[in-house]
Nanobody, 119 residues
C-alpha cells in the first residue's frame, strides 16, 4: 500500500518561499511509469495542478506558476519537495501530493493534504 504524507509550515509570510515535502512509503519514487505530483485547492475553488517530478527525475511545472516553482526529490529519503517563491494571498490553499500512474493516466494515491495560509 503506497502512502503519501505532506509536511511543511501551515503559515507563510508574504513574499516568502513556501517549502513542502511529500514523504512516500510503500513504493519507490524512482519506480518507472509513475510521476509524483503537487496539486492544490484554494478555498471555494477547484483543484489546480502545480507540477510533477517523474520517475526519471525530470520536473515540470504549470505555466502559470512555473516561474515561481521548483520541484525536486531526495531518493535516499524517498521524498519529493515543492518550493513556491514569493507567495501571495492567492497561494492560500490545501496542498496535496499524489502519485500518477502514467500508463493508466490516473492519480491513484493521494496524501491527506496540508493547509497553507499566507499570513
Amino acid at each position: 500500500q503506497v502512502q503519501l504524507q505532506e509536511s511543511g509550515p501551515g503559515l507563510v509570510k508574504p513574499s516568502q518561499t513556501l517549502s513542502l515535502t511529500c514523504t512516500v512509503s510503500g513504493g519507490s519514487i524512482t519506480t518507472t511509469y509513475y510521476s509524483w505530483t503537487w496539486i492544490r485547492q484554494p478555498p471555494g475553488k477547484g483543484l489546480e495542478w502545480i507540477g510533477y517530478i517523474g520517475y526519471f527525475g525530470g520536473a515540470y511545472g504549470s505555466p502559470s506558476l512555473k516561474s515561481r516553482t521548483a520541484i525536486s526529490r531526495d531518493t535516499s529519503k524517498n521524498q519529493f519537495t515543492l518550493q513556491l517563491r514569493s507567495v501571495t494571498p492567492e497561494d492560500t490553499a490545501v496542498y496535496y501530493c499524489a502519485r500518477r500512474d502514467d500508463r493508466a493516466g490516473i492519480y491513484d494515491y493521494w496524501g491527506q493534504g496540508t493547509q497553507v495560509t499566507e499570513s
